[in-house]
């Protein structure tokens, strides 16, 4: 992971627009630790890297799957360790059977939200058909 420099930091707006998250609930992610806590500029404001973009990106991805914040804080750090690239055999085999039991929990869910989709798709087309 490559470490930003100062001039390359954003302001939480920035971060806020990149992502589509609100400040609140950035600043909530920072505080229940999904995000590190920022560095903060001379002036007091947070300043934010690409890092943390990605991180939220990730982040926003997960919660409409009901990730729990403790599923969520382990998914980011088993990336996040599996992109190190001095792991032992067994610690890598380790971290890519947690991530496949993420993954298989994300097959549930949008198998789940298939389900769903097709059952509102079913009621609305219901409605259409009594409309006339």
Do not use: C, W
Not at 13 to 40: F, K
Not at 50 to 66: G, H, S, T, Y
Not at 69 to 93: F, N
Request: proline residues 3%.
């Amino acid at each position: 992971m490559s470490h930003s420099t100062r001039s390359d930091r954003m302001q939480i707006g920035d971060v806020a627009e990149r992502t589509g998250l609100s400040l609140r609930t950035i600043r909530h992610y920072e505080d229940v630790g999904l995000l590190p806590q920022a560095e903060r500029s001379p002036g007091g404001f947070r300043l934010y890297g690409e890092e943390a973009v990605q991180r939220l990106l990730v982040i926003k991805r997960m919660k409409p799957l009901d990730f729990t914040l403790e599923e969520m804080r382990d998914l980011i750090e088993v990336r996040e360790r599996l992109a190190s690239p001095r792991l032992s055999a067994k610690t890598r085999s380790s971290l890519l059977e947690r991530l496949a039991a993420y993954q298989s929990l994300v097959e549930h869910q949008l198998a789940t939200l298939r389900d769903k989709v097709d059952n509102a798709q079913t009621f609305a087309d219901q409605l259409r058909h009594e409309l006339g």
